[in-house]
Structure formats: structure tokens, C-alpha cells
């Protein structure tokens, strides 16, 4: 830990940004991983059973007539070799296109806010100039201007909030 806090303090920052957009860009994905094998139909499964006397339990192979596995590769060669009729259909976005859309639209203004912001924030010094007392002084207002900005937003925010959870806890 004692060898690595240094890193760590270098690293911290961009950590919590990079899991800030990795969060803010992933809301949707409520999976666990599976990629689509949790349905029921694309998981295989097996048979087996086990007799009151046997001790291993016995898997039971079903196999099917040939005739029938014939018919079904005759029905496939069918189907593969028949010319599909296509016609041409405008598609509609579905509401899933639509929040996909929405949502990248959102994380590409938040990601310019931010880049604002930033700008906003290096900028703030302005050009040095000869005379330092006025830098000071002009530095000093720059930066009262800034925390009254932030702090008069925090409380913004803040009341939307409570007036969030006070009209919430009124429905119940």
C-alpha cells in the first residue's frame, strides 16, 4: 500500500471520471453477462434417471428414425435453394432506436458541458499582464465570481432535490 499511494493519488482523478462516463454511459445494460444464453431455449439440457437399485444415474440418448431426420434435411435443402421474395419496407425506428439515440445525444452534451467547463475553468486566470497587483486583484474576483457560481448552483440543485423527495413522500 505504502509503495503505491503515490500512483494511487496520481491516478485517483481520472479514475473517477472514467467510471463516471463508464457509469453514465451504461445505464441501460441491466444484464448479468450472458449474452443472450438465459433463455431457456438456447440452453441445452439432458435427461437422466437413476433406478432404486442402480447407484450411477443413466443418461438417456434419445435418437430419432431416419426417415425423420431425412424428411428435415429435405425440408432445409428445400428452403435453401427457394428464392426469397423481398420487398422493399421503410423501417420505423422502435422505441429502442429512439432512447439509443436519445442517450447518445445526451452522453455527447454532457461530454461538451464538461469539456466547457473545462475550458471555462483553465481560462479563468485570463493573460498575465505587467502590473501584479491588478492580476491579483482581478485573479481574486475571477475566482469569488466562480465559487458564487458554484455555490449558487449547488443550492439550486439541492432544492430541486428536496422538493423531489418532500413531493414524493406526500404521495405516500
Known amino acids: 500500500m505504502f ?9 485517483a482523478p481520472s479514475f473517477t471520471n472514467v467510471l463516471n462516463v463508464y457509469a453514465f454511459c451504461n445505464l441501460h445494460d ?6 443472450g444464453s438465459d433463455k ?16 450411477v444415474a443413466v443418461v438417456e440418448d434419445t435418437t430419432k428414425i431416419q426417415e425423420d431426420v431425412d424428411a ?3 425440408e432445409t435443402a428445400i428452403r435453401a435453394v427457394t428464392k426469397v421474395e423481398t420487398t422493399e419496407q421503410v423501417e ?13 445525444r445526451l452522453v455527447a452534451m454532457w461530454m461538451l458541458t464538461n ?24 485573479l481574486a ?5 466562480y ?17 423531489g423527495v418532500s413531493a414524493s413522500a406526500s404521495c405516500d
Open 115 to 138: 469539456a466547457g467547463l473545462a475550458i471555462a475553468i483553465e481560462n479563468m486566470n485570463g493573460l498575465p499582464s505587467d502590473d501584479t497587483k491588478a492580476d491579483e486583484a482581478s
Open 72 to 74: 428435415a434435411f429435405k
Open 30 to 35: 441491466v444484464s448479468w453477462g450472458t449474452k
Open 40 to 55: 431457456a431455449e438456447a440452453l441445452p439440457s439432458i435427461s437422466s434417471s437413476k433406478s432404486k437399485d442402480a447407484e
Open 3 to 11: 509503495s503505491s499511494f503515490l500512483q494511487y493519488l496520481c491516478l
Open 92 to 104: 420505423k425506428p422502435t422505441m429502442d432506436d429512439q432512447n439509443k439515440t436519445f442517450r447518445t
Open 141 to 145: 474576483k475571477k475566482q469569488n465570481f
Open 147 to 163: 465559487f458564487a457560481v458554484i455555490l449558487y448552483s449547488t443550492f439550486a440543485l439541492s432544492f430541486v432535490r428536496f422538493l
